[in-house]
C-alpha cells in the first residue's frame, strides 16, 4: 500500500494556478487539436469582440483587447479546461449604462471607464473567491435570474435596432429608445441599405445556428463586408468599422477624471454579478459534460483574474461565452492552450493585418449582437412554470420589467431585492403543523389533512417547518398561543417537532425565552423533540438552554410523548 504523502505547507500553487497543473500533464497527442481549435475559435473571437465592444458603448479595437489578455490570464488561473472568456451580450447592458452617463461620447474616456468596471468588476470576484463565496449566485432563484437575463436581453436587441436602421440618437433607456426609434422611422431617417445588410447578415447567422460547425457569424461579416466594399455601400449612407488601430494593448491604470465614482462601482459590481451567474452556469454544464470536479470559488477567483488583466491593459468586462465555448469544444479543444492559440492568433491579426475589417459594416456587428441577444431569451421554461407556480412567473415578469424600465443597473438591483423578499416571505409565513396520531399509520401527522387523527389529552405537537429568525419570531409565538387555545383540552405540555428548524438567532432565541415564561404562568411545559444537535448548540450559545432544562430535549416525538405519558398518568394508547 502506498505511503500518504506529507500535507503541504506554504503556497499551494496547484490550486491557485491550475494552468500550470494541467502544462505539467500535458500530453503531446493534444497539441494538434488544441491548434486547430485555436484557430477555429479565432474566426469567432474577431467579430464577437468587435461587436460587443461597440455594444458595450466603446471602440471596437478594445473588444480585441479584452479577448487577447483574458484568455492569456484564464488559461493560467482559471480551472476550467474548456471555457472560453471574453466579451459577452449579457454585459453589454451594464457597462454601456455606465459609459453613456459618464463617457460624454469621449471615445477614450468610455474605455478607461470600461476599464475600471472591469477593474472593479475582478477584485469582487477574486475576494469573493478568496472568501469562499462561489455560492451567491444560488440566492438568484430561477425565475428571476430568468426575469433579469430576459430584461437584458430586451436591453441589448433594443440599443442595436438604431445600428441596424443605420439611425443615430443618444441613448435615454430601453423604452425610450424604442420610442425615439419608432419616430426616427417614421421621419423617414432609416438608411434602407444599411438595414438590408444588417438583417440580411441577421438571417444568415440565425439560419446557420442549427449547425454547429458551420460558422455562421464568421460567414455573414465575410459577406457583409464585401458587399459593401464590391458595391461601394458606403457611398449610400452604410456605417463601416474603419481602420483599427495598429499594435497591442498596453499597461495603463484607468482613472478617468469627473466621473461618478460611486455609478461605475455599483456597475462593477453589478458586472460581476452577473459575469459569474453565467461563468459558474456554464463550467457546471462543461464539467459534467466532460466529467470533471466544479470549483466555483476557483472559478470566481480564475475570472477576477481575467477581469483584472482585462482593465489593467485597456479592456472592458468580460465573461464566459456560450457562443465560443461551444465552437472550441466541437473543434476539439482539449485544454487551455486552445484559448491560448487564439489570443495569439487575435494578437497577430492586429500586428499583421489591423486594416482587414475596415469595410465591415456596423448593422453587421449589430446583427451579431442582436443574434446572441436573441439567444438570451428564456420563454419556454416560464411556461413550465407559469403551469407550475403562478407566483414565481409574476416574479420573473416584475424583475424582467424592472430592467426593460429602469435599465440594467437599476434592475439588478431590483433582482436581488425581489430575491432577498421571496427567501424572507418564504420564511416569514411558513407552513406549521398540529399533530396527532392516525390509526394505521406510523408516527403523527398534520390533523388538518387527518381529521380523524387522535390527539393526547393535555398534549400539544407542533411542527414548524422553517428555521426560526428574526421574520418568523412573532409569527411562531402566534401560531403558538394559537393551537394551545384551540386545543379541545387542557393543555399541560406543548412540543415542538423541530425536526424542520434548522437555525435559529438571538431574536427567535430571545421570543423563546419570552413565551417559556409566558407558558409557564398558564401552566404549560414548553418541551422539543428531534431538534438537531447544531440548533441545540446555538440554543446553548444563546444561554438558552440551560434555562429549559436537559429534559426538556427529546430525540424522538414518540420519546417526547412517552415521557408525557409517563410524568401526566393520562391513560391513553398510541
Not at 500530453?27 to 485555436?38: M, V, Y
Not at 482613472?255 to 453565467?278: K, N, T, Y
Amino acid at each position: 500500500m502506498p505511503e500518504t504523502p506529507p500535507p503541504t505547507t506554504g503556497f499551494d500553487w496547484q490550486r491557485w494556478l491550475p494552468g500550470l497543473v494541467t502544462l505539467r500533464h500535458y500530453k503531446a497527442a493534444w497539441l494538434p487539436r488544441d491548434i486547430a481549435a485555436g484557430l477555429v475559435l479565432t474566426t469567432m473571437l474577431v467579430p464577437v469582440g468587435i461587436a460587443y465592444a461597440e455594444a458595450s458603448g466603446v471602440p471596437g479595437i478594445y473588444g480585441l483587447y479584452a479577448t487577447i489578455v483574458p484568455l492569456l490570464a484564464y488559461a493560467l488561473f482559471g480551472p476550467s479546461r474548456i471555457l472560453v472568456l471574453g466579451p459577452d451580450s449579457a454585459l453589454a447592458a451594464p457597462i454601456l449604462a455606465v459609459v453613456l452617463v459618464q463617457a460624454a461620447n469621449d471615445p477614450q474616456r468610455a474605455i478607461a471607464i470600461a476599464s475600471l468596471m472591469a477593474l472593479v468588476s475582478g477584485v469582487v470576484c477574486m475576494v469573493a473567491g478568496l472568501l469562499r463565496l462561489g455560492f451567491i449566485t444560488e440566492l438568484l432563484s430561477k425565475p428571476i435570474r430568468y426575469g433579469y437575463m430576459n430584461g437584458i436581453a430586451l436591453t441589448v436587441l433594443i440599443s442595436q435596432l438604431p445600428k441596424l436602421f443605420g439611425i443615430s440618437f443618444d441613448s435615454q433607456g430601453p423604452l425610450r429608445d424604442l420610442w425615439a426609434l419608432g419616430q426616427a422611422l417614421l421621419a423617414g431617417q432609416a438608411n434602407w441599405p444599411s438595414l438590408a445588410v444588417g438583417a440580411g447578415s441577421l438571417a444568415l447567422i440565425l439560419l446557420l445556428r442549427p449547425f454547429k460547425r458551420l460558422p455562421g457569424i464568421l460567414l455573414a461579416v465575410i459577406l457583409a463586408t464585401l458587399a459593401v466594399s464590391l458595391f461601394d455601400l458606403s457611398a449610400l449612407g452604410v456605417k463601416v468599422l474603419g481602420e483599427l488601430p495598429q499594435g497591442l494593448p498596453s499597461f495603463s491604470l484607468p482613472w478617468p477624471s469627473g466621473v461618478d465614482l460611486l455609478e461605475v462601482l455599483l456597475g462593477g459590481v453589478a458586472v460581476a454579478l452577473v459575469s459569474f451567474a453565467d461563468t459558474s452556469v456554464l463550467s457546471r454544464t462543461y464539467a459534467a459534460r466532460l466529467k470533471t470536479p466544479v470549483n466555483p470559488n476557483q472559478e470566481m477567483f480564475g475570472l477576477g483574474v481575467a477581469n483584472v488583466a482585462s482593465g489593467l491593459f485597456q479592456g472592458i468586462p468580460i465573461s464566459s461565452s456560450s457562443s465560443r465555448t461551444p465552437v472550441a469544444e466541437a473543434a476539439g479543444s482539449q485544454t487551455q492552450l486552445t484559448g491560448i492559440v487564439g489570443a495569439l492568433a487575435v494578437t497577430l491579426l492586429l500586428l499583421v493585418a489591423p486594416n482587414l475589417m475596415q469595410h465591415l459594416p456596423t448593422s453587421a456587428l449589430a446583427a451579431v449582437v442582436i443574434a446572441a441577444a436573441l439567444g438570451l431569451f428564456e420563454i419556454a421554461d416560464l411556461r413550465r412554470i407559469f403551469r407550475l407556480q403562478q407566483w414565481e412567473f409574476w416574479l420573473s415578469i416584475g424583475c424582467f420589467a424592472g430592467v426593460a424600465v429602469f435599465g440594467a443597473i437599476p434592475g439588478i438591483c431590483i433582482a436581488v431585492v425581489i430575491s432577498v423578499i421571496e427567501f424572507l416571505w418564504d420564511g416569514w409565513r411558513p407552513h406549521h403543523a398540529v399533530l396527532g396520531r392516525v390509526d394505521g399509520v406510523r408516527g403523527y401527522h398534520d390533523v388538518t389533512r387527518y381529521p380523524n387523527a387522535r390527539r393526547i389529552p393535555g398534549l400539544v405537537l407542533l411542527r414548524w417547518d422553517a428555521p426560526l429568525f428574526f421574520a418568523n419570531a412573532e409569527q411562531f409565538q402566534n401560531q403558538v398561543l394559537a393551537a394551545l387555545d384551540a386545543s379541545p383540552t387542557p393543555v399541560q405540555r406543548l412540543v415542538i417537532a423541530a425536526s424542520p428548524v434548522t437555525s435559529i438567532d438571538i431574536t427567535s432565541a430571545d421570543m423563546l425565552a419570552e413565551l417559556d415564561r409566558a407558558l409557564e404562568q398558564r401552566g404549560v411545559e414548553l418541551q422539543f423533540a428531534e431538534m438537531k444537535d447544531p440548533v441545540k448548540d446555538k440554543m446553548k450559545q444563546f444561554e438558552l438552554f440551560e434555562g429549559l432544562g436537559a429534559n426538556a430535549f427529546h430525540p424522538t416525538l414518540g420519546a417526547a410523548v412517552d415521557a408525557y405519558l409517563a410524568d401526566s398518568g393520562v391513560d391513553w394508547k398510541p
